[in-house]
């Protein structure tokens, strides 16, 4: 054990006479402010705000019927009327529940494969930027410390902006 440990200590000493370069980065930062998350969210909200807006429009027609429905139970006239709009009350409602649940599901799994595809595009671009700028290891997540002189996450938003941009001039 001993001389395992001797030999991990004289490996990182070699390591660091080498001129080891090591960076740290922050996944949330990164996830937060590059421009590629901000574009999939402006995607998402553009593809599920037609869904959206027919709910709410839904939701406002149902207030509506049960304004209705309220006004006519204060009246002693049209029991028939009445109990179809009651009806019609119940029926809308249920429609806007399962409209609902299906966009949540929808909504739910595209922002997962949306958020897939940043993290994978996040990866690669730290990667790259290791292998550009020479770092031996980047780290990021289960970090206690990292001071400025290690910590490249500006580095990589910009880099993710600039890659943003190339592709936006397309």
């Known amino acids: 054990m001993a ?34 998350a901000e574009a999939a969210r402006a995607e998402l909200e553009e ?42 009350v119940v029926k809308l409602r249920r429609d806007i529940e399962r409209r609902r649940e299906a966009f949540r599901e929808d909504f739910n799994m595209r922002r997962n494969e949306a958020l897939g595809e940043l993290q994978e595009r996040i990866i690669d671009t730290v990667k790259a930027f290791a292998e550009d700028e020479g770092f031996d290891l980047i780290l990021s997540e289960g970090v206690i410390h990292a001071s400025d002189a290690v910590n490249v996450t500006d580095r990589i938003i910009e880099r993710l902006r600039r890659q943003h941009q190339r592709h936006q001039g397309r």
């Open 3 to 36: 001389a395992l440990l001797g030999l991990g200590l004289a490996s990182t000493g070699e390591a660091a006479e080498d001129g080891l370069r090591i960076g740290y980065v922050s996944p949330a930062k990164v996830s937060s402010q590059a421009p590629q």
């Open 47 to 88: 593809e599920f705000a037609p869904r959206d807006e027919k709910i709410v429009a839904m939701q406002d027609k149902l207030e509506s019927l049960r304004q209705r429905l309220n006004s006519q139970q204060r009246s002693s006239d049209g029991q028939v009327d009445r109990q179809q709009l009651q009806r019609r």
